[in-house]
């Protein structure tokens, strides 16, 4: 009859031994140790400092897509002040995505180019930095 690992765990702390999970997690972090002592380690603190950062300001940057796209769609004038603050913006397309929003809204259809216009506007604000 077999033990469940539940059992064997449970087994294994009547014993006072340590569970094999356990054993193996330990031994890999002996294993780990031991291929980290020749390695400078700087580099991999950038990094992972690095990759903590990225979703904070990743998340900015959409919610600061987010905000524009809300404006256009609010504000007669966003289209006017995103020109004006990113020249490399293409008007007559952002123009056609509202008023493309705008119907989908009115007739009730899936929100394409409310989508589209959040790429748009992603890809406009990424070249732009």
């Known amino acids: 009859m077999r033990r469940s690992d539940e059992t064997a765990h449970l087994a294994d702390q009547e014993t006072g031994q340590p569970s094999k999970t356990q054993r193996k997690a330990e ?20 990094r992972l400092a690095q990759w903590a950062q990225t979703p904070t300001s990743e998340k900015a940057r959409l919610h600061t897509v987010e905000r524009w796209r809300e404006r256009l769609l609010s504000e007669g004038e966003g289209l006017v002040a995103l020109c004006a603050e990113r020249p490399t913006a293409d ?6 995505l509202v008023e493309s929003v705008r119907a989908e809204r009115a007739h009730g259809q899936p929100p394409r180019a409310y989508r589209e216009l959040f790429r748009v506007l992603n890809a406009l604000l990424v070249d732009s930095r």
């Open 27 to 46: 031994m890999d972090a002996q294993f780990i140790g031991r291929l980290m002592r020749n390695i400078d380690a700087a580099p991999i603190r950038s």
């Open 91 to 96: 008007k007559q397309r952002l123009a056609a």
